[in-house]
């Protein structure tokens, strides 16, 4: 897997069907950080969603496992409708507890160098308005606001762009 070399305490690597219940877990507490009123039940079936982009072969999902533990999770793949050129970032998550360790930087990096890898040039995401530890880790790894889609008045998220390529 393209990302930091491995070291005995943390791995990057892909996420295998059996793990998805792992995955939805760590989703739900990250999730839960940035809803002050708890995580709305709007029906969504999270373990089947996570199942399907775990076995997307167009996308791809991310995980950093540290002492047999996923610890960070990231979500990526070409969304419908635009080029090769462009790949979305859906999920982008680290275990509240372990927040500030570094999983975070370092899963980023390992997304754009599969980027580059794949010869993307666009990174793009959305992220709810009301986390602003996202936005802000965000911010810091070079995303930008999208100029290209800018958020309606009654919108929860903003739209961000990053140049893959650095440019």
Same mark, same amino acid.
């Given at each position: 897997?393209?990302?930091?070399?491995?070291?005995?305490?943390?791995?990057?690597?892909?996420?295998?069907?059996?793990?998805?219940?792992?995955?939805?877990?760590?989703?739900?507490?990250?999730?839960?950080?940035?809803?002050?009123?708890?995580?709305?039940?709007?029906?969504?079936?999270?373990?089947?969603?996570?199942?399907?982009?775990?076995?997307?072969?167009?996308?791809?999902?991310?995980?950093?496992?540290?002492?047999?533990?996923? *610890?960070?999770?990231?979500?990526?793949? *070409?969304?419908?409708?635009?080029?090769?050129?462009?790949?979305?970032?859906?999920?982008?998550?680290?275990?509240?507890?372990?927040?500030?360790?570094?999983?975070?930087?370092?899963?980023?990096?390992?997304?754009?160098?599969?980027?580059?890898?794949?010869?993307?040039?666009?990174?793009?995401?959305? *992220?709810?308005?009301?986390?602003?530890?996202?936005?802000?880790?965000?911010?810091?790894?070079?995303?930008?606001?999208?100029?290209?889609?800018?958020?309606?008045?009654?919108?929860?998220?903003?739209?961000?762009?990053?140049? *893959?390529?650095?440019?």
């Amino acid at each position: 897997m393209i990302g930091e070399p491995p070291t005995p305490s943390r791995v990057i690597r892909t996420v295998v069907p059996a793990e998805a219940e792992a995955v939805v877990a760590l989703h739900a507490r990250a999730r839960a950080t940035y809803y002050p009123d708890g995580i709305p039940q709007d029906g969504t079936a999270w373990l089947a969603n996570w199942r399907t982009a775990i076995e997307r072969p167009d996308g791809q999902v991310l995980c950093v496992v540290e002492q047999g533990r996923i *610890v960070g999770l990231a979500s990526f793949r *070409v969304p419908e409708g635009a080029g090769a050129e462009t790949v979305k970032l859906f999920q982008f998550h680290v275990d509240p507890d372990r927040w500030r360790a570094g999983i975070g930087t370092a899963l980023h990096t390992a997304c754009v160098e599969q980027w580059r890898a794949d010869a993307r040039r666009t990174a793009v995401l959305d *992220v709810h308005v009301d986390n602003r530890r996202a936005q802000a880790f965000y911010a810091r790894q070079g995303w930008v606001p999208d100029p290209e889609n800018p958020p309606a008045d009654d919108d929860h998220h903003l739209f961000l762009r990053f140049s *893959v390529r650095g440019e």
